[in-house]
């Protein structure tokens, strides 16, 4: 699995974990934009991967823009219920260690960019919050190691990771 | 503690508050324009519906979330009746201390007043995927502006 969809899915799993999250979408946290997914049902979560950009200095290193949607249907859910649930998304992910030792994925960092308006959507009704965060992560080995690699000469240093933090250097 | 430089930085402070900013709101002014010219050219692909239909409609969710990638970058916006263009603003906010820091702004942005549609086309709906074509622009053109600021700014605070 490459690292953008290591994220998706420690995302995915961080926001069906959250009792305020899991008590409006239930577990409806799709890995693709909502247009993508075949019949979804709301209300829902999407997230969908903007940019997608290498880091040149840690290898398989990527920064990525994510959006995360917020799909409520407006005829029982009011714009405070997509905003409250937009805080309770950016309380969760700001407040989380990312780092899945299962999912061989660290993430270094993660904040909100950006939160569009609340937008309606006619059909099939919807009330929609963008939320747009970046994302600095990178891929572990199996033994929670890192690897970097010097551009220059192309020399290959592995350091140990824990919770996310460089602990020792091979 | 020794204090060292005493004359450098009085320099500095002389000319922060005068030509430094001058150069700054006037760089930032340049940096609007560069970006501006981008986000104009992601607006303005050339494609019809009758181009899309003959495409195999690109868009479709049968091409994946990307779409087929008829256009570069992937995010470029078909112009139709050039509203999107129209709602296009850029500007600065001069050089000013806020909190503590002082800060110069450049944007462009899509008025949605003359385009409300803006926000769907750039944040997506729930058939369309999102174009983030102001992200995007400015993503692009980062290499660009950072040489600008660094050859107009790099000897601003010592030019008298």
């Known amino acids: 699995m490459k690292a953008a969809k290591r994220v998706l899915e420690k995302i995915r799993r961080v926001l069906t974990d959250t009792p305020a999250v899991r008590d409006v979408v239930q577990r409806r946290v799709y890995t693709k934009h909502i247009s993508q997914v075949d019949d979804p049902i709301y209300p829902a979560i999407s997230l969908y991967v903007l940019t997608n950009n290498l880091n040149n200095s840690v290898q398989e290193a990527v920064q990525l823009s ?66 747009i965060y970046r994302v600095d992560a990178f891929p572990t080995t199996s033994d929670d190691g890192i690897i970097l690699q010097d551009q220059a000469t192309g020399d290959k240093i592995e350091l140990n990771v824990e919770d996310g933090q460089i602990i020792t250097e091979d | 503690m020794p204090v060292i430089g005493q004359k450098l930085v009085i320099k500095n402070l002389i000319s922060f508050g005068s030509n430094f900013t001058k150069k700054v709101n006037k760089t930032m002014g340049s940096v609007a324009t560069i970006v501006d010219k981008r986000v104009k050219e992601n607006l303005s692909g050339g494609l019809t519906p009758s181009d899309l239909s003959g495409l195999d409609h690109p868009y479709a969710k049968r091409h994946g979330e990307r779409g087929k990638q008829v256009l570069t970058p992937w995010y470029k916006v078909n112009k139709q009746t050039g509203r999107l263009l129209n709602s296009k603003e850029k500007g600065i906010i ?67």
Not at chain 1, 89 to 108: G, P
Not at chain 2, 129 to 136: A, Y
Request: aromatic letters at 4%; hydrophobic letters at 45%; a neutral charge.
């Open chain 1, 66 to 131: 994510v959006q995360i949607d917020l799909w409520l249907q407006s005829g029982r859910k009011t714009a405070v219920n997509i905003m409250d649930l937009a805080e309770d998304v950016n309380k969760v992910l700001n407040r989380q260690d990312l780092t899945d030792k299962n999912l061989e994925i660290a993430v270094a960092s993660i904040f909100q960019l950006d939160a569009g308006p609340v937008m309606t959507d006619p059909e099939p009704n919807l009330l929609h919050v963008p939320l």
């Open chain 2, 94 to 160: 001069p050089a000013q201390v806020r909190v503590g820091k002082l800060m110069a702004t450049a944007f462009v942005k899509l008025d949605t007043d003359v385009a409300p549609h803006a926000v769907h086309v750039v944040y997506g709906t729930s058939r369309m995927i999102p174009r983030p074509v102001l992200q995007g622009s400015r993503d692009e053109v980062l290499p660009a502006v950072g040489l600008l600021m660094k050859k107009n700014l790099i000897n601003a605070v010592l030019s008298t």
